[in-house]
Structure formats: structure tokens, C-alpha cells
């Protein structure tokens, strides 16, 4: 069975037992239902964020300002204009892409440069959802934020609902990444990272698939956070804006493998779900300091993340078989 067909049936199962499975083994369960909807919350930022590190080739900092921008405008939508949940979801991603616009002129800065160039553009939006206090709320932030609605009999807003919406926002956001790397654009984009000048040279327009990059991943955070606001029901600015929503998604890319399509929802369901299952009953105020002893021995041992690990050690077992 060649690697390519064992890949899709392994991606079937799972998203079999995603659509399937879960609902059936934890639908019941309130408050592991919840914290799997709050991993691939994470996980949906951490694929955006590995979109824009592997393919654009730029380290960002500064996610939190997309997933703040595209709470708030979805929020605002639906409370005071009373535009459909879902319709104002996918404006909320179309407001962080916007928003977008403006971090452009950081794009000609290079490595730490640009992602704290984009830390201080999520700064800024913070401070203004602070002050716009008419729209936002202000430091007390918005409450009763219109829920998913019922379909058909289904509840969109109950946990369960929640759960298969975010599911399937990753899902999209997984396919897109792996389809914008398969494309010629794709190519374009990694021979960049080994010399943008020389792929300027033949004509490649580096500058423009940068920023249509940064564009796709503000887009895909502020749905993101768009669905965490409809889900939560309730924002202010220190929460929409919290650095939480750029470090774990970081951090979950990293560990599952951001160079990889699933690596980034592997890490995150990895590392949240263990933290809050098994460290955080342990060691109840010390518990994301385990996290980051993980994080750093990954790192040290596997560089590539815990999916390239998985899938290598597969090959030395059959290679030792035919010694």
C-alpha cells in the first residue's frame, strides 16, 4: 500500500472518529466536550499561524489582534445591526483580514523585526477596543452575545453544536493550508525561504504572496474568534486581545509540527487536553510549567514537531524488521 493512500484512509478514520466518535463517547459530557471545543479553538489559530510561518516564512507574534478584530466585529454585528450569527462570523474573519491591511508596511522588515512589529499592532487593537467604548463596551466588554441558533431541531448553541462548528472551521482551514501547499503559488512560496531575491529574479511576486498569506491567515483567526465570542457569549478586551491567543497557538504549531498540515491540531489537542486532563489536577498552580518542559525536550530531540516523529519511527521499525 503506497504512503499516499495509507495517508488518506488514516485521515478518513479520523475525521470519522471526529464527527462520529466524539459526539458519541463525550456528547454527554458537558465539561469534556468543552474543553475539546477550547483545544481546537487553539488548534484553528495554531493552523493559520503554521500557514503563515511555513508557507509565508514569517514569524508572527501578533495573532491575538486578528482573533480580538474578528470577535469583535462578529459580536457587533450580530447585537447591534442583528445580522445572522452565521453570516456574522464570516464578516468577523473578513474584518480581521482588513485589518490586516494595515500591518502590510511591516512586511519589508525581516525575522524578530516583523513579528514585533505585529505584537505592537495587537497592542494597538486592544487599546482601541478599550476606547471605543460606544461599539465595544469599553473595559467591560460586551455581554448576552447572540448564540448559534437552532437548525432544523439541532442546537448550534449548545456544546455539542459548538463543538462540530469549530471542528469543521479546522477541518476547511487544514484543507485550505494543504491545498495553498500543493499549488504552484505553494512552490513559490517555500523557494522563497531559501532566497527571496533569486525567486524575484524569475519573477516571482514575493511581496504580494506574502501579503496575500498574511491576508488568508488574519482571515482564518478571525473566524476563529469569531465562533469563540457566539460560543462564550460574552467579550472584553483584555480576553479577546490576551496574549494566550498568539502564545499556545505557538506553541501547539511547534509541538505537533508546524511544517506539517495536522501537526498544529495534533499539538494542540496534545498539549491542552493533557494539561487540563492529567498536569493541572497534579499540580493545580504549576501545571503549564510541565508544558513547557515538554515543549522544550520536543525542541531538543524531534526539531520537527511530534507528527514528523510519528511518522519516522514507522520507517526505522520496518527497516530493523528486514535486517
Not at 111 to 132: D, K, N, R, S
Not at 174 to 200: C, N, P, Q
Not at 218 to 232: D, Q, S
Not at 264 to 278: E, R
Request: hydrophobic share 55%.
Amino acid at each position: 500500500m503506497s504512503n499516499s493512500l495509507l495517508n488518506r484512509l488514516l485521515l478518513v478514520a479520523a475525521l470519522a472518529v471526529a464527527y462520529v466518535g466524539v459526539p458519541l463517547l463525550f456528547g454527554g459530557n458537558a465539561y469534556v466536550l468543552g474543553l475539546i471545543v477550547a483545544a481546537l479553538t487553539i488548534a484553528g489559530v495554531a493552523v493559520a499561524w503554521a500557514l503563515l510561518g511555513n508557507l509565508g516564512g514569517m514569524v508572527s507574534f501578533g495573532h491575538a489582534a486578528f482573533f480580538g478584530v474578528g470577535s469583535y466585529t462578529s459580536a457587533v454585528l450580530a447585537m447591534k445591526l442583528g445580522v445572522p450569527v452565521f453570516a456574522a462570523m464570516l464578516l468577523g474573519g473578513v474584518g480581521a483580514a482588513l485589518s490586516s491591511i494595515a500591518m502590510l508596511p511591516a512586511l519589508r522588515l525581516r525575522g524578530p523585526y516583523f513579528a514585533l512589529a505585529i505584537l505592537a499592532y495587537a497592542h494597538i487593537f486592544q487599546i482601541l477596543a478599550t476606547e471605543m467604548t460606544p461599539v465595544t463596551g469599553g473595559a467591560g466588554g460586551l455581554l448576552s452575545i447572540p448564540r448559534f441558533p437552532k437548525i432544523l431541531g439541532f442546537d448550534f448553541g449548545e456544546k455539542l453544536g459548538g463543538y462540530l462548528i469549530v471542528l469543521t472551521i479546522v477541518v476547511l482551514a487544514a484543507f485550505a493550508y494543504d491545498a495553498i501547499r500543493r499549488s504552484t503559488w505553494g512552490l513559490a512560496l517555500k523557494a522563497m525561504h531559501d532566497t527571496e531575491v533569486a525567486t524575484r529574479v524569475v519573477g516571482v511576486p514575493s511581496t504580494h504572496l506574502k501579503a496575500a498569506m498574511l491576508v488568508l491567515s488574519a482571515f482564518i483567526t478571525g473566524v476563529v474568534g469569531a465562533f469563540n465570542a457566539h460560543f462564550i457569549s460574552f467579550l472584553d478586551p483584555d480576553y479577546a486581545f490576551s496574549s494566550g491567543w498568539t502564545v499556545l497557538p505557538i506553541a501547539a504549531a511547534i509541538f505537533g509540527g508546524y511544517r506539517t498540515v495536522w501537526g498544529p491540531v495534533v499539538g494542540a489537542l496534545a498539549i491542552y487536553l493533557v494539561d487540563q486532563l492529567l498536569f493541572k489536577p497534579i499540580l493545580p498552580h504549576g501545571h503549564q510549567m510541565v508544558l513547557g518542559v515538554l515543549l522544550c525536550a520536543m525542541i531538543l530531540f524531534s526539531p520537527g514537531g511530534l507528527m514528523p516523529a510519528l511518522r519516522r519511527r514507522p520507517v526505522k521499525e520496518s527497516r530493523h524488521a528486514h535486517a
